[in-house]
């Protein structure tokens, strides 16, 4: 029997040429999903060879071919592109942000192989199997749950007897109307399962990150989580033994060293980390790995040996700032725990990525304001990342029960379902047609909070924090709390642009002008007088006054490497459009007190730095550093920048310039602050004998007979 997979098209939620375009987006939304991986390593155990259809490749293909104007429907092109596999049985996975679309396509490739089967599984086709099966005639079964065991059941079924009442975990349609059959078992050993057939799309192939699961199973019941729909309550875990074999095949066929571990609740059972952490340490191999975990089952000792057996970044769920959300939401975490986790974290050298949800219907201002202040605290915090996220009611979940008679369709609706700035019509179509099937794209009740602020605070929160870090942190410290400031800053936001509303809210917020508007708003607010604010506010100004290096160099311009010789003629270009500011206080200093909400040790300017946006660095550097960058903008050789320093740096003995300003600019460039190009004329000039800066400042340091500054001494 020929069998093809289908992915979940995660990539198609984004239909934004900005948002198409960022690399980080389209790394993410490529990464392998490892349960169609999964259930295809199984059939090809058993002797089955499957196709694979990767939608979010595919949609890039797609997307890459023409613009905006001259695109058709993705859901035809992908019909199209899978109906074109021979088989029998078309296996679609599923999401719940891309249902709709998942939907759709399912239904053009039954029409063009109406012979062929149609078969859903996944999370979200799981939880709304019978209704799914009752509004889309075209889907002939969903197989609930994990089904590495039972496909190969429903698979001989189809194929044999067609007793489909055999097959643990389907729902189907009977001469009775639909029929669920009882849930499939657990896969009680993971071990057992071969690994994910990566090899059949090739997404490995150039990346330095593989995912690996973990396990499967959270011993937790939060009202807003739909996990145990999918893998219920009981916690699993493969062996130590077997995923330091899986890492040691991924490296061998991908040279990959790096894994996100995939288990919602990893640290449960802190013994078997610790076990799972001494097995990676004995192995002396040195991966580096990500996981998830939760802030009351870590302590101080397993983040230190989880630290040294590699680990590079958890992930938290907190979810509320609230103690009194944390009891109504069934989570039962201690916020004042959550902050000495962070810190505790980010003291081991490991990155924590922190996700909170607003907007549950329970919610109050108070509630708001602690979560805000949770937010806060991870943004402080150097190696942290915080995230906020509107509340999507997932389907059949106890907060989507209890509430799906008063949910709301609106324009822009939760992050957690969608975030591309427009919607194919049809599935909105779809949407509004079954909220049963697609409740992730409402909105829930929030009586005691107004629901455009919310929307709103989510896109402020997220790119203020990415563009403005510090100056957000130095904010919130001097109003005690950047919520009451945020509401201020909404209101101008609203009078300045009134006509903003859905997704065009969320695209402003991702525009430089954003950042332009909230620095004029607080250079008129009172806040904007606290010190540190006012000098990061200056850092700011300085930045959109300063300019990047302009070069005009031609195309056969060549970069030199960092031990080639210098020529007088060639070209020195700072590094990353970086930029040199000037300012009157010591910025790290002011950085280091918004940390650790103090006030600073203040040390008056000047004091310069280099910002290198490309890497979202800044370096402080010395004064004769800053006025080399600024010279070096593209435009001057290093003859020309050598003498205006001789000018500008008089206190120089004459006898040592040109010395001391070349090993100045090999400083620059050994630091990797400055690039040096070379046209190829002045290189085919060079390969005929020239003479070369080096020789020339060697002699000129010899004949001086002075005790010469080294290259350090700046």
């Given at each position: 029997m020929r069998v093809c997979l289908i992915n979940a098209a995660t990539a198609a939620e984004f239909t934004d040429a900005t948002e198409l375009r960022a690399e980080k987006i389209r790394r993410e939304s490529c990464e392998p999903q490892l349960g169609i991986l999964s259930l295809a390593a199984v059939l090809e155990r058993q002797g089955c060879a499957p196709s694979l259809v990767d939608l979010n490749r595919r949609f890039y293909k797609y997307a890459d071919s023409a613009d905006d104007s001259e695109r058709g429907d993705f859901a035809y092109v992908a019909g199209i592109e899978i109906a074109s596999r021979e088989a029998n049985v078309y296996a679609f996975g599923s999401i719940c942000s891309a249902y709709p679309l998942t939907i759709r396509i399912a239904k053009l490739v039954k029409a063009l192989r109406p012979e062929s089967t149609i078969i859903f599984g996944g999370p979200q086709a799981?939880?709304?199997?019978?209704?799914?099966?009752?509004?889309?005639?075209?889907?002939?079964?969903?197989?609930?749950?994990e089904a590495e065991e039972t496909l190969p059941?429903?698979?001989?079924?189809?194929?044999?007897?067609?007793?489909?009442?055999?097959?643990?975990?389907?729902?189907?349609?009977?001469?009775?109307?639909?029929?669920?059959?009882?849930?499939?078992?657990?896969?009680?050993?993971?071990?057992?399962l071969p690994s994910p057939a990566y090899h059949l799309t090739g997404e490995l192939v150039g990346l330095h990150r593989a995912s690996l699961e973990l396990g499967r199973g959270c011993p937790f019941a939060c009202t807003f989580c739909s996990t145990n729909d999918f893998f219920r309550r009981k916690f699993r875990l493969r062996s130590p033994e077997r995923v330091v074999g899986d890492m040691r095949a991924i490296e061998r066929e991908y040279g990959i060293r790096d894994f996100d571990l995939v288990h919602d609740m990893f640290t449960v059972d802190a013994k078997r980390v610790r076990a799972f952490c001494r097995t990676l340490i004995d192995s002396g191999e040195g991966y580096t790995w990500t996981c998830s975990a939760r802030t009351d089952c870590v302590d101080e000792e397993l983040i230190e040996d989880m630290a040294a057996a590699g680990c590079k970044g958890m992930f938290f769920g907190v979810e509320t700032g609230s103690a009194r959300m944390q009891k109504i939401i069934d989570k039962h975490l201690d916020p004042n725990r959550a902050h000495e986790i962070i810190d505790i974290v980010e003291r081991a050298g490991i990155r924590a990525t922190v996700s909170l949800i607003t907007g549950f219907p329970q919610e109050t201002w108070s509630d708001l304001r602690d979560t805000v202040r949770m937010f806060m605290h991870s943004a402080r915090v150097p190696g942290s990342g915080p995230q906020l996220n509107l509340l999507a009611p997932l389907a059949n979940t106890p907060l989507h029960v209890k509430y799906k008679d008063q949910m709301t369709l609106d324009l822009l609706c939760s992050d957690m379902s969608h975030q591309g700035r427009r919607q194919n019509p049809e599935d909105v179509e779809l949407i509004s047609h079954h909220p049963d099937i697609f409740p992730n794209f409402y909105l829930l009740p929030t009586p005691d909070l107004d629901r455009g602020v919310l929307l709103e605070l989510r896109e402020f929160m997220l790119m203020a924090t990415l563009r403005l870090r510090w100056l957000l942190g130095a904010v919130d410290q001097a109003a005690n709390g950047i919520l009451e400031v945020f509401v201020e800053w909404y209101e101008q936001r609203k009078c300045m642009y009134p006509s903003l509303a859905g997704s065009d809210i969320r695209q402003y917020y991702r525009?430089?002008?954003?950042?332009?508007?909230?620095?004029?708003?607080?250079?008129?607010?009172l806040v904007g007088s606290d010190p540190k604010v006012e000098v990061l506010l200056e850092f700011e100004g300085a930045l959109t006054r300063s300019r990047p290096a302009k070069s005009s160099l031609s195309a056969s311009a060549i970069k030199l490497d960092s031990k080639s010789p210098l020529n007088w003629s060639d070209i020195p270009i700072r590094e990353g459009q970086s930029r040199v500011i000037e300012l009157s206080c010591d910025l790290q200093g002011v950085i280091d007190a918004v940390q650790e909400r103090r006030e600073p040790n203040w040390e008056s300017g000047p004091h310069f730095y280099v910002v290198v946006q490309a890497e979202n660095t800044i370096y402080h550097v010395s004064p004769r550093i800053a006025k080399l960058l600024e010279l070096c903008n593209g435009e001057r050789t290093i003859s020309n920048v050598v003498m205006r320093l001789c000018t500008e740096i008089p206190e120089v003995p004459e006898a040592l310039q040109d010395y001391t300003f070349v090993n100045l600019l090999e400083k620059g460039r050994f630091e990797g602050l400055l690039a040096i190009?070379?046209?190829?004329?002045?290189?085919?000039?060079?390969?005929?004998?020239?003479?070369?800066?080096?020789?020339?400042?060697?002699?000129?340091?010899?004949?001086?007979e002075q005790n010469l500054p080294s290259s350090h001494a700046e």
């Open positions: 799981s939880v709304v199997s019978v209704e799914t099966l009752q509004s889309f005639p075209f889907i002939d079964f969903v197989l609930r749950g059941v429903f698979l001989n079924e189809l194929g044999g007897g067609r007793k489909f009442d055999r097959v643990p975990g389907l729902t189907r349609r009977s001469p009775l109307g639909i029929q669920y059959n009882p849930d499939a078992p657990l896969v009680s050993d993971l071990d057992a525009t430089p002008q954003f950042r332009l508007d909230f620095i004029e708003f607080l250079n008129k607010h190009y070379r046209t190829a004329s002045e290189a085919a000039d060079s390969q005929d004998g020239g003479s070369s800066i080096s020789e020339y400042s060697v002699m000129s340091a010899c004949a001086s």
